[in-house]
């Protein structure tokens, strides 16, 4: 168990559909990264958020937006979904961000989000 | 950008034998690190090893181990003593040491050990 929980583990919508997931970090960690694994696309990093604000932005779509609440949990908004966004999503999270032992990063078990 | 090339789709190994996966990688950085990650079928991934590439000491953890080379940019993962629990995919990723914003990852390479 890394101790990042993610939920729900499995979700199921329609294309249009707006969906969150949810992700809580190990204890400490402030730092929270969104993945999104695909078939096509592998292992592609959509956003970091450290302590409330967002540090940087990978491939992430428009229609996807994210944040990290003061409990530092993190939630990752997807909307008007197509069959495309179908994937797992991963949420790791570190203890901070920088140099040394902060680089770790514990990853959640993932959200499989199926369209349909 | 920063690249990470698995180029190995899948291998296989029998019990006991040894495994090595590997990974090549393209930066401009100087100062990073890269990792091994394990996805076995649960789909949790696992951070296997760990290389900081100002050490030149090859880093170890139990059965596993690397051999990086800097100047080739290439780092690859020996499995030995393979075992069943080690079938799974395995992603060779990398992060920048300044600002450590994100892991790059490779493609994977499917892993199956056999008895």
């Known amino acids: 168990d890394s101790g990042v929980t993610q939920t729900p583990k499995h979700l199921i919508t329609a294309t249009g559909q707006r969906v969150t997931l949810r992700c809580s970090p190990r204890?400490?960690?402030?730092?929270v990264y969104w993945y999104q694994q695909s078939l096509d696309q592998g292992l592609q990093f959509l956003i970091h958020?450290?302590?409330?604000?967002?540090?940087a932005k990978g491939n992430i779509l428009e229609r996807f937006s994210a944040q990290q609440f003061p409990d530092l949990h993190s939630e990752l908004n997807l909307s008007s979904l197509e069959l495309g966004d179908s994937a797992l999503y991963f949420c790791?999270?570190?203890?901070?961000?920088?140099?040394?032992?902060?680089?770790?990063?514990?990853f959640g078990q993932g959200t499989r989000l199926t369209v349909v | 950008a920063q690249t990470v090339t698995q180029s190995q789709p899948e291998m296989s190994v029998q019990e006991a034998e040894t495994v090595t996966l590997s990974c090549t990688y393209d930066t401009s950085e100087s100062n990073y690190y890269l990792f091994w990650y394990k996805q076995p079928p649960s789909r949790q991934m696992i951070l296997v090893i760990r290389?900081?590439?100002?050490?030149?000491q090859n880093a170890t953890e139990n059965r596993f181990s690397v051999n990086f080379q800097k100047a080739a940019k290439s780092f690859s993962l020996k499995i030995s003593d393979s075992q069943l629990g080690d079938t799974a995919m395995y992603f060779c990723?990398?992060?920048?040491?300044?600002?450590?914003?994100?892991?790059?990852f490779g493609t994977g390479t499917r892993l199956q050990v056999f008895p």
């Open positions: 204890s400490g960690d402030l730092s």
């Open positions: 958020y450290y302590n409330g604000e967002e540090r």
């Open positions: 790791a999270s570190s203890p901070g961000q920088g140099q040394g032992a902060n680089t770790e990063a514990f």
């Open positions: 990723a990398f992060m920048k040491r300044l600002g450590a914003d994100k892991l790059i």
């Open positions: 290389q900081e590439a100002y050490k030149q």
